[in-house]
Nanobody, 123 residues
């Protein structure tokens, strides 16, 4: 079993930055790749970024490429999402999730999910 807890969300002005954290617990977390997804009101959950279990490979949605950076601290069992140059359209609940498959953008391939953290970007 893997438990995931997100933190770091909040309200920020357009152009600002936030860093989200995803703290994982459970002995088996090291075998999983980790992804970030987001869901805005009335919209489907969408893929944002993913990182391999080693942390050496990353993958991003086109909408965040160049603005967001995913990273991992294996010693702390924590995955981060650094979000820069935020836009109002980035407003959503952000979720981290764990998958045995790296690089998949489909939420159905992720086995474990956190509770989500709200990110709101004002114009």
């Amino acid at each position: 079993q893997v438990q995931l807890v997100e933190s770091g969300g909040g309200l920020v002005q357009a152009g600002g930055s936030l860093r989200l954290s995803c703290a994982a617990s459970g002995r088996s977390f090291s075998i999983y790749a980790t992804g970030w997804f987001r869901q805005a009101p009335g919209k489907e959950r969408e893929f944002v970024a993913a990182i391999s279990r080693s942390g050496r490979s990353t993958y991003y949605a086109d909408s965040v490429k160049g603005r967001f950076t995913i990273s991992k601290d294996n010693a702390k069992n924590t995955v981060y999402l650094q979000m820069n140059s935020l836009k109002p359209e980035d407003t959503a609940v952000y979720y981290c999730a764990a998958s045995v498959v790296f690089g998949t953008t489909s939420h159905v391939d992720y086995n474990y999910w956190g509770q989500g953290t709200q990110v709101s970007v004002s114009s």
